[in-house]
């Protein structure tokens, strides 16, 4: 599956976007984060406060419990400061 | 139907207005905002902004709130353009236009798109000033004044 990150969940991981393979053990995005968080330090400091992650499947925006599969585009990013 | 652009260049607002206007006569009133950088952030000196987005869906959201915003008001046109990249304090942001036969509609959805805009469009500001860079933080007011608009 391809996963995005934007402003500081890029920053925090060090890159914008990379491909992973979904296990099967993981059905929602809340799960997805978890498995991200051991893969090290760097995500365990971009999903450390959940409060200031927002997540959009294939471009729509989604809430943690959103179920996913291995074809989705995942973003993670935090709250919008446009305008 | 709205015109929805994001890009890096900067947009001149006489000429996106004359560009929907052209020679319609129906129109009765054209409401414009636009959003510039300030110089400052509470105390804080601004020396030079970044907008991050997400391209694609920025785009996406941008029409959805214009879509909403058509539906709701019986608006004969407008645009949105939104900017990304560096940004210096004076730079022009984020442009609404919008034309309607009276001016309640015009004033209302330009006020509706900007509220909406600023927490549902895939933006991000990176503030540089004089101790370092950092990250926006999104303002609990600007979910609320989006979210008076809900009937």
Same mark, same amino acid.
């Given at each position: ?83 | ?40 952030? !509470? ?6 902004? +970044? /907008? ?5 869906? #920025? ?5 959805? &709130? ?23 304090? !004076? ?6 236009? +919008? /034309? ?5 509609? #015009? ?5 509706? &798109? ?38």
């Amino acid at each position: 599956m391809d996963l995005l990150y934007f402003a500081h969940v890029r920053e925090n991981i060090g890159c914008s976007s990379e491909q992973i393979s979904l296990p099967d053990n993981i059905s929602d995005v809340s799960g997805l984060i978890n498995h991200l968080r051991a893969k090290g330090i760097n995500y365990q400091s971009a999903f450390e406060n959940e409060d200031i992650i927002r997540v959009a499947v294939n471009q729509l925006y989604v809430n943690f419990d959103h179920v996913i599969s291995e074809k989705d585009e995942i973003a993670f990013f935090p709250p919008m400061t446009g305008g | 139907m709205m015109k929805v652009l994001v890009q890096e260049q900067d947009f001149n607002i006489a000429a996106e207005i004359a560009d929907i206007v052209s020679k319609r006569t129906d129109i009765g009133g054209i409401v414009t905002f636009t959003g510039l950088v300030r110089d400052f952030h !509470g105390s804080n000196k601004i020396q030079k902004m +970044t /907008l991050e987005h997400f391209p694609g869906m #920025a785009e996406k959201q941008l029409e959805a &709130i214009c879509k909403t915003a058509q539906e709701r008001w019986p608006l004969l046109g407008g645009t949105v353009i939104h900017r990304y990249g560096p940004l210096n304090p !004076g730079d022009q942001i984020v442009l609404v236009i +919008t /034309l309607s036969a009276h001016r309640e509609a #015009a004033f209302d959805a330009a006020s509706f &798109i900007m509220d909406w805009l600023k927490t549902d469009a895939p933006f991000w500001k990176k503030e540089e000033t004089l101790s370092g860079t950092h990250w926006v933080s999104a303002k609990d007011a600007d979910t609320l004044k989006a979210e008076k608009w809900q009937k």
